[in-house]
């Protein structure tokens, strides 16, 4: 190994061990069965990511030529190389704990898999009418007589190939594909007098293929699934339209080069070797698997009603005790800042916000960015009945955040048609940053009222993910907040800010700075100390900033849910930094950094992972918590969270994680300890609010 490669781990290889760690969960047995059951199609989703994005970049960057080296100092080819061997194990994995462990599981439960061959009468004569009445109605066979003339497929949905004897003592079989396309149906529910029983969808297709092609004999129906690569960039030098470069892109998707084909493993040699044509793949590229193709639709078997006893309990967003359901937020925010941390509180004070400001008449304006959201996000339709009512509204839409480009394109063209000034991102960058701002006329002069969010102003993520929302009406922040987000919108250069900070300028450097200022305070015999809370870290110059403090004897406390490129606890480097890494029910999601400074503690939250796409190419925001008890409260829950003993994995020098011991004096798990937390809080502003006599007075009296 050479010395570059003791120093950094490989971003791939990190991101994989990060998918091991989610793959670990699904054999846990501590984790309900059905929990388990979506651990395990969470890491197939995020193999189908990996493939689509990583992997796929890997492979443009061989086909043009590439040889630069990464982090790690390995070439394209090399950790392309690396990279399939990993994936290799894991997709055996993955199929070998849902057939030996999860599925003998699932029909102890009462929750059954049927195979072609167990099906009782009932059960096949009405799999025979729903393939009748709809499959065959709906699935189209196509004849495959030319490769290079065939039909598009679809990325990550099934299709079942065929072979077929032929007559023809040159050519004794002949092929044809039954793609799925957006069928949407791949899990059909049997009658059963158990509790519940299904199969799977290719299954009844394979089994009654030969209906679609009567008279003649079928040598085999296998399913198969492909992968297409997504790391495609839109060009922004030419001055065209961006929002119809995005659509070419999501069409260039659908046709783009495969990087994964996953092929069941009934399928025989000459089957093989036609999708290996067909799809111009090679054995690198081809995955046989045991079971079924396509794990990240098990997903539905964990929403199967009826076996709540085999989930999580049910958890609902406790309502913020600092927000009180009756009063204004604008009120609210005006007497002090709010700190919401989800999902463990409530989503709806940000909601509310946008939702008041649209019909507040002393609102005169809303800034807001967006960058994932619902289908029926009530916080877009709330800015587009701003606009209605003659508010001035901006919303920065940006159309090139990956895999909801359409229906940000969907957004952007509704918003403009109520009349909301809609910019399309920045040219050359995405607009990551989460950031609303509400201007309103008061009798002191116009108030900002602001937003700030590690994660995106989507309703539904923010029941499982974790995050911090910051909602304030401190000057300093409203005058930068506005600084920016003109400057954004305006394409100029952002002038000085006085308390924030923003990629791709600033962002980094501040960073690197209140690092050295710990770095300066341990080599002049003061404490440095460190708490970091992120993602992912993969930026050299930070890892380099970090392991400088480490050998200047400042303590450094990571909790780093992905990828890791750097090794803590090498001697001579990084004693003094310790990784860990938390998977658990709620993705970690909040990005918080913690600097001692002598004694005058900063706290930063940010939109921002420690990634060179981050803070080179992407808008971001880093903010401070200015307000005394908000920070004491972020303070508090990066220390909870490094003290997980239950959840946590702690990162090895050699890049390998360590599971947390199986037993421990003093267990905990930091969120079931949030959970406890937000529910006595509630529960505490509950009683108060029942316990204190509130007089109403006659504008409050009705009928």
Same mark, same amino acid.
């Given at each position: 190994?050479?010395?570059?490669?003791?120093?950094?781990? $490989?971003?791939?290889?990190?991101?994989?061990?990060?998918?091991?760690?989610?793959?670990?969960?699904?054999?846990?047995?501590?984790?309900?069965?059905?929990?388990?059951?979506?651990?395990?199609?969470?890491?197939?989703?995020?193999?189908?990511?990996?493939?689509?994005?990583?992997?796929?970049?890997?492979?443009?960057?061989?086909?043009?030529?590439?040889?630069?080296? +990464?982090?790690?100092?390995?070439?394209?080819?090399?950790?392309?190389? !690396?990279?399939?061997?990993?994936?290799?194990?894991?997709?055996? +994995?993955?199929?070998?704990?849902?057939?030996?462990?999860?599925?003998?599981?699932?029909?102890?439960?009462?929750?059954?898999?049927?195979?072609?061959?167990?099906?009782?009468?009932?059960?096949?004569?009405?799999?025979?009418?729903?393939?009748?009445?709809?499959?065959?109605?709906?699935?189209?066979?196509?004849?495959?007589?030319?490769?290079?003339?065939?039909?598009?497929?679809?990325?990550?949905?099934?299709?079942?190939?065929?072979?077929?004897?032929?007559?023809?003592?040159?050519?004794?079989?002949?092929?044809?594909?039954?793609?799925?396309?957006?069928?949407?149906?791949?899990?059909?529910?049997?009658?059963?007098?158990?509790?519940?029983?299904?199969?799977?969808?290719?299954?009844?297709?394979?089994?009654?293929?030969?209906?679609?092609?009567?008279?003649?004999?079928?040598?085999?129906?296998?399913?198969?699934?492909?992968?297409?690569?997504?790391?495609?960039?839109?060009?922004?030098?030419?001055?065209?339209?961006?929002?119809?470069?995005?659509?070419?892109?999501?069409?260039?998707?659908?046709?783009?080069?495969?990087?994964?084909?996953?092929?069941?493993?009934?399928?025989?040699?000459?089957?093989?070797?036609?999708?290996?044509?067909?799809?111009?793949? $090679?054995?690198?590229?081809?995955?046989?698997?045991?079971?079924?193709? $396509?794990?990240?639709?098990?997903?539905?078997?964990?929403?199967?009603?009826?076996?709540?006893?085999?989930?999580?309990?049910?958890?609902?967003?406790?309502?913020?005790?600092?927000?009180?359901?009756?009063?204004?937020?604008?009120?609210?925010?005006?007497?002090?800042?709010?700190?919401?941390?989800?999902?463990?509180?409530?989503?709806?004070?940000?909601?509310?916000?946008?939702?008041?400001?649209?019909?507040?008449?002393?609102?005169?304006?809303?800034?807001?960015?967006?960058?994932?959201?619902?289908?029926?996000?009530?916080?877009?339709?709330?800015?587009?009945?701003?606009?209605?009512?003659?508010?001035?509204?901006?919303?920065?839409?940006?159309?090139?955040?990956?895999?909801?480009?359409?229906?940000?394109?969907?957004?952007?063209?509704?918003?403009?048609?109520?009349?909301?000034?809609?910019?399309? $991102?920045?040219?050359?960058?995405?607009?990551?940053?989460?950031?609303?701002?509400?201007?309103?006329?008061?009798?002191?002069?116009?108030?900002?009222?602001?937003?700030?969010?590690?994660?995106?102003?989507?309703?539904?993520?923010?029941?499982?993910?974790?995050?911090?929302?910051?909602?304030?009406?401190?000057?300093?922040?409203?005058?930068?907040?506005?600084?920016?987000?003109?400057?954004?919108?305006?394409?100029?250069?952002?002038?000085?800010?006085?308390?924030?900070?923003?990629?791709?300028?600033?962002?980094?450097?501040?960073?690197?700075?209140?690092?050295?200022?710990?770095?300066?305070?341990?080599?002049?015999?003061?404490?440095?100390?460190?708490?970091?809370?992120?993602?992912?870290?993969?930026?050299?110059?930070?890892?380099?900033?970090?392991?400088?403090?480490?050998?200047?004897?400042? !303590?450094?406390?990571?909790?780093?849910?992905?990828?890791?490129?750097?090794?803590?606890?090498?001697?001579?480097?990084?004693?003094?930094?310790?990784?860990?890494?938390?998977?658990?029910?709620?993705?970690?999601?909040?990005?918080?950094?913690?600097?001692?400074?002598?004694?005058?503690?900063?706290?930063?939250?940010?939109?921002? +992972?420690?990634?060179?796409?981050?803070?080179?190419?992407?808008?971001?925001?880093?903010?401070?918590?200015?307000?005394?008890?908000?920070?004491?409260?972020?303070?508090?829950?990066?220390?909870?969270?490094?003290?997980?003993?239950?959840?946590?994995?702690?990162?090895?020098?050699?890049?390998?994680?360590?599971?947390?011991?199986?037993?421990?004096?003093?267990?905990?798990?930091?969120?079931?300890?949030?959970?406890?937390?937000?529910?006595?809080?509630?529960?505490?502003?509950?009683?108060?609010?029942?316990?204190?006599?509130?007089?109403?007075?006659?504008?409050?009296?009705?009928?």
């Amino acid at each position: 190994m050479s010395e570059v490669e003791h120093v950094y781990t $490989g971003r791939e290889l990190s991101w994989l061990e990060f998918n091991q760690r989610v793959l670990d969960e699904a054999v846990d047995p501590s984790v309900p069965l059905l929990e388990q059951v979506r651990f395990l199609a969470i890491t197939a989703s995020n193999l189908d990511e990996f493939f689509m994005v990583r992997v796929g970049s890997l492979l443009t960057a061989i086909r043009n030529g590439d040889t630069g080296l +990464d982090l790690a100092g390995q070439t394209p080819m090399q950790q392309l190389a !690396e990279v399939s061997d990993r994936v290799k194990k894991m997709v055996a +994995d993955q199929h070998a704990i849902y057939l030996q462990s999860i599925e003998p599981m699932l029909t102890d439960a009462g929750v059954r898999r049927r195979r072609a061959d167990d099906l009782n009468q009932d059960q096949r004569d009405f799999v025979e009418a729903v393939f009748a009445e709809q499959l065959q109605a709906v699935l189209t066979p196509i004849a495959v007589d030319d490769p290079s003339r065939f039909p598009l497929l679809f990325g990550r949905t099934v299709n079942i190939a065929v072979q077929i004897e032929t007559q023809d003592a040159e050519k004794p079989f002949r092929f044809a594909i039954i793609p799925f396309g957006k069928l949407g149906i791949r899990l059909i529910t049997l009658p059963s007098d158990r509790q519940y029983e299904f199969i799977f969808t290719d299954d009844v297709v394979c089994m009654l293929a030969d209906r679609f092609f009567p008279g003649e004999r079928i040598v085999a129906a296998v399913p198969f699934r492909i992968t297409r690569n997504a790391d495609l960039t839109v060009s922004e030098e030419d001055g065209s339209d961006l929002l119809a470069e995005m659509e070419d892109i999501i069409d260039f998707r659908k046709e783009s080069f495969c990087t994964c084909v996953e092929v069941s493993d009934l399928a025989n040699s000459e089957l093989i070797a036609f999708m290996k044509s067909l799809l111009r793949v $090679g054995d690198r590229d081809v995955y046989i698997v045991a079971g079924p193709v $396509g794990l990240s639709d098990i997903a539905q078997l964990a929403d199967v009603s009826g076996f709540e006893q085999y989930r999580y309990p049910a958890w609902k967003p406790c309502p913020s005790p600092d927000v009180e359901p009756a009063e204004s937020l604008f009120d609210t925010i005006r007497n002090k800042d709010l700190l919401l941390y989800h999902p463990y509180e409530a989503f709806d004070p940000v909601v509310r916000l946008v939702q008041e400001a649209a019909d507040d008449r002393d609102v005169v304006a809303i800034k807001q960015t967006l960058y994932r959201t619902t289908r029926n996000s009530p916080i877009v339709q709330a800015l587009m009945r701003a606009a209605e009512n003659g508010k001035n509204v901006t919303v920065i839409v940006e159309l090139k955040a990956r895999f909801d480009e359409a229906r940000n394109i969907e957004w952007a063209r509704q918003l403009e048609y109520s009349g909301v000034q809609v910019i399309y $991102g920045v040219r050359g960058l995405k607009t990551h940053a989460k950031s609303c701002i509400v201007v309103r006329r008061e009798p002191q002069g116009f108030q900002r009222y602001l937003h700030f969010g590690t994660g995106n102003y989507n309703e539904i993520s923010s029941r499982f993910y974790t995050d911090i929302s910051y909602m304030t009406c401190n000057p300093e922040l409203g005058n930068d907040a506005i600084t920016w987000f003109n400057a954004v919108t305006g394409a100029s250069q952002i002038q000085e800010l006085a308390v924030l900070e923003s990629a791709p300028i600033g962002l980094r450097e501040k960073l690197l700075e209140m690092i050295a200022v710990e770095t300066r305070r341990a080599r002049n015999g003061d404490r440095g100390h460190m708490m970091i809370k992120l993602n992912s870290l993969a930026d050299q110059m930070l890892i380099d900033a970090l392991y400088e403090a480490s050998q200047a004897g400042v !303590e450094i406390q990571l909790n780093v849910r992905g990828i890791c490129c750097l090794r803590p606890g090498v001697p001579g480097l990084s004693e003094n930094i310790t990784v860990i890494s938390i998977i658990d029910r709620f993705l970690e999601h909040a990005r918080i950094m913690y600097f001692y400074h002598g004694g005058d503690e900063r706290v930063f939250i940010s939109s921002a +992972d420690w990634m060179p796409r981050n803070l080179d190419r992407r808008v971001e925001l880093l903010v401070p918590i200015q307000d005394k008890a908000c920070k004491r409260r972020v303070i508090d829950i990066m220390k909870t969270c490094l003290k997980d003993n239950t959840r946590a994995r702690r990162l090895t020098p050699d890049g390998s994680y360590r599971p947390p011991k199986s037993a421990v004096a003093r267990p905990t798990r930091c969120q079931l300890e949030f959970q406890r937390r937000a529910r006595e809080a509630a529960d505490a502003a509950a009683a108060r609010t029942q316990s204190t006599f509130t007089p109403v007075g006659p504008q409050d009296q009705s009928g």
